[in-house]
Structures are given as structure tokens and as C-alpha cells.
């Protein structure tokens, strides 16, 4: 998620929004809340993807039950 944060902002490296969805979506696998929120954001928004509401609706939900 970290590195998905730098990417997309350029911080530190060159700016490369859909290099951050591939970050944020490896997050989001692995039940990290962050990354669920970032990719379903980028999802939301077509932030370096093509914007898919229903995916990202999909996201938001199963982040609903990550421990946390």
C-alpha cells in the first residue's frame, strides 16, 4: 500500500497511477484495509484504471469484514 501511495503522488519517484492500482490491488489481497480503500478509490475515481463502480462496491464491502 506504501509504495502504491508513492507512485500514485509521485513522491520520491516518477508519477505512474496505474503502477499505484498494482500496488493498492496486491494490498487489497492480502486483507489490508489500506489497500482495500486505495484500490476501490482508484476503482471510484478511474485513477490509473478504468473506473468500475461495481467493483469497487464489491472492495468496499469485504472491507467491511477485515479485522482491524
Same mark, same amino acid.
Given at each position: 500500500?506504501?509504495?502504491?501511495?508513492? !507512485?500514485?503522488?509521485?513522491?520520491?519517484?516518477?508519477?505512474?497511477?496505474?503502477?499505484?492500482?498494482?500496488?493498492?490491488?496486491?494490498?487489497?489481497?492480502?486483507?489490508?484495509?489500506?489497500?482495500?480503500?486505495?484500490?476501490?478509490? !482508484?476503482?471510484?475515481?478511474?485513477?490509473? !484504471?478504468?473506473?468500475?463502480?461495481?467493483?469497487?462496491?464489491?472492495?468496499?464491502?469485504?472491507? !467491511?469484514?477485515?479485522?482491524?
Amino acid at each position: 500500500n506504501h509504495m502504491g501511495l508513492l !507512485c500514485e503522488f509521485g513522491i520520491g519517484v516518477e508519477k505512474q497511477e496505474n503502477e499505484a492500482v498494482e500496488w493498492y490491488f496486491e494490498a487489497a489481497k492480502k486483507g489490508l484495509l489500506e489497500g482495500i480503500l486505495n484500490f476501490s478509490r !482508484c476503482l471510484m475515481e478511474g485513477i490509473g !484504471c478504468k473506473k468500475d463502480l461495481f467493483t469497487a462496491r464489491d472492495w468496499l464491502e469485504a472491507g !467491511c469484514f477485515v479485522d482491524h
